[in-house]
């Protein structure tokens, strides 16, 4: 048994849709917007704010409980869509709700893209998400994605739905 934490668009996505999730908690990172898909939610000329962790605070999130048999295709298929170099995958103490603290692996912002959020201010954050539309979809739809994971497991984000508030139609 392996566990994977999930935190944005990953929560809810169809790769995961076999495993057992449950909430989990991940002491000393917190979801920031500081990544950029070009492929994905967005493209070159119209690149879409996603999310990673940043240093401090604490992120609820999904953990999904991956058979060992099927570890090593589901964490390939995570690295490919994952945003390229810009996270690295790490295994990380999660809190379950059964208060047992198993180890987990986490796709971590590299340094150079966790250092405050490249989009913290909702000016520049807020318009690069209406702007945004890529293959899988459009930056309002990348946010209503998390905040719908969120939902489906009972889990808040003030942040996170104080900015669907602002966005949604």
């Known amino acids: 048994m392996t566990w994977v934490f999930t935190y944005g668009s990953l929560m809810g996505d169809n790769a995961m849709r076999h495993f057992e999730g449950r909430p989990a908690r991940l002491p000393g990172l917190h979801r920031s917007f500081n990544h950029l898909s070009t492929q994905r939610w967005g493209t070159p000329e119209r690149p879409c704010p996603i999310l990673g962790l940043s240093p401090g605070g604490e992120c609820w999130g999904v953990a999904f409980d991956v058979p060992g048999s099927q570890e090593k295709e589901i964490q ?50 807020e318009p690069a998400l209406r702007a945004a539309h890529g293959v899988v979809g459009t930056g309002l739809e990348y946010v209503r994605t998390v905040v719908h994971a969120l939902e489906l497991r009972g889990l808040r984000d003030p942040y996170i739905e104080s900015l669907w508030q602002r966005l949604r139609p």
């Open 76 to 125: 390939r298929l995570l690295d490919r869509r994952e945003a390229g170099g810009e996270y690295e995958r790490v295994q990380a103490a999660i809190e379950l709700p059964d208060a047992s603290t198993p180890k987990a692996w986490v796709r971590v912002s590299r340094p150079a893209y966790a250092n405050g959020g490249r989009f913290s201010e909702p000016a520049v954050l």
